[in-house]
């Protein structure tokens, strides 16, 4: 599970800022006790705030770590395609990211520090026992292991200025760091692609194939694991291409049935090529009709892609992050797909779901602990504040939080002045 992750000089962030998931209330069962930390952990978190206050680049800012991880080693040759804050002095310092996680009850603990000619500074840590103990630490290219860990040795010869070296590291059978790697990789990211720049990936490049993920589920079941295992169910095997029916059923949205087959297509050069289609089974009361997956609703097509990255973050209890939740979903559909993490029937591995939005109507869903706001501040970057914490003053346990916040209550609102669109269109002097 995700502890914390903190990010520093990354598009409109430029000073820190820290997203945690460490409960402040604990005493209630969505909140997840981890006896070596000594904290319980939340499976969800929700960001608000106005327009253009940075909450989809604190997402990102998570999602961007991810993708550096699985690609410097490959596609980081001329330079790294860091975002600094682009006001200031922003372009000119280095941009700094840290993660820390819990795997089977140790901590992990992952910092980096880099700009686009170098990495700078880098280092893994654990916490057997609660004491910091470092697998690997690196300083421009000086790198130091754990004694015992010479499996990973071989780090030393393929480090460059440019590659991370837990991208390379992740190459050697070292437990320490493929547990590590597989957690923070697991991270799927269901919001907007990433916005390519010079030098970052080549097309189709990116983590994020949500439909691919959720057809996976759908096709043959002697290719899947289960869910969950059997003495989880009690002995009851449910298949798993009956758990995507039922995620996709729960959405009322008429469909009984997902139909995957091919189709030959006739290419401009007359080339006749075998592609895989995807169609909805509707049903009416006196019919079923399948259609193809493009011509389905937005809200349809989002429903579907969020079931794959849905199930195998259940199934690994794993980090899903959704940018604009509520862009496409229906409120009821938002507010279900809290509670199926939230339950620790339905979550029993403890998945977490990081999205921002929004709709205030979730708040009604949520506790204080799980929401955060940003805002924009006057030099143009992002502040990002717990609400349980607003402005030093503790807020209650028992508020209503979507009233507080529609009242101004915790700031994170649109300051709207229509004065100078009134003396624009002439209806003022």
């Avoid at 390379?168 to 070292?174: H, L, S, V």
């Avoid at 030959?264 to 895989?276: F, P």
Wanted: glycine share 8%.
């Amino acid at each position: 599970m995700l502890i914390r992750f903190g990010a520093t000089n990354h598009r409109s962030i430029r000073g820190p800022v820290n997203l945690s998931m460490v409960a402040i209330d604990r005493d209630r069962e969505e909140a997840r006790p981890v006896p070596l930390l000594g904290e319980s952990l939340l499976p969800i978190a929700a960001i608000y705030g106005p327009n253009a206050s940075g909450k989809s680049n604190v997402v990102a800012a998570l999602s961007w770590l991810c993708d550096a991880v699985s690609f410097s080693f490959r596609f980081w040759e001329d330079e790294i395609p860091v975002e600094p804050f682009a006001f200031g002095d922003g372009r000119t310092l280095a941009s700094e990211f840290s993660v820390e996680v819990i795997i089977d009850g140790v901590r992990f603990e992952y910092v980096l520090e880099l700009d686009r000619e170098h990495v700078i500074h880098e280092g893994l840590f654990h916490y057997p026992e609660k004491k910091r103990r470092r697998i690997f630490e690196r300083e421009e290219l000086e790198l130091k292991l754990q004694r015992g860990l010479g499996g990973l040795s071989g780090t030393r010869e393929l480090i460059t200025h440019r590659t991370l070296a837990l991208s390379i590291a992740r190459r050697f059978d070292e437990p320490l760091v493929s547990e590590f790697t597989r957690e923070l990789l697991g991270i799927q990211n269901l919001g907007h692609m990433p916005r390519r720049s010079k030098s970052r990936l080549p097309a189709g490049a990116y983590r994020n194939s949500s439909h691919r993920s959720t057809i996976r589920w759908f096709e043959e079941e002697g290719n899947q694991l289960t869910l969950f295992d059997d003495n989880e169910l009690g002995g009851r095997f449910i298949g798993v291409r009956q758990q995507a029916l039922a995620l996709l059923r729960l959405a009322d949205l008429g469909i009984e049935d997902v139909v995957i087959d091919r189709r030959e297509v006739i290419y401009s050069d007359s080339e006749v090529r075998t592609q895989r289609r995807v169609r909805l089974l509707h049903k009416t009361s006196e019919e079923s009709v399948p259609f193809d997956l493009d011509v389905e609703s937005e809200g349809t097509r989002t429903w579907f892609a969020l079931i794959g990255p849905v199930l195998t973050a259940l199934r690994q209890g794993s980090v899903v992050l959704f940018d604009e939740l509520d862009t496409s979903l229906h409120p009821t559909l938002s507010a279900e797909l809290l509670r199926i993490f939230r339950s620790p029937v339905t979550n029993p591995r403890g998945a977490q779901l990081i999205f921002t939005s929004h709709d205030t109507s979730l708040l009604n869903h949520l506790n204080r602990d799980e929401v955060w706001l940003t805002e924009k501040q006057a030099d143009g970057s992002t502040r990002l504040g717990a609400l349980a914490d607003f402005s030093g003053e503790r807020v209650r346990k028992s508020q209503n939080l979507e009233n507080a916040y529609l009242h101004g209550r915790f700031g994170a609102l649109p300051q709207v002045d229509q004065t100078a669109l009134l003396r624009a269109l002439g209806l003022i002097g």
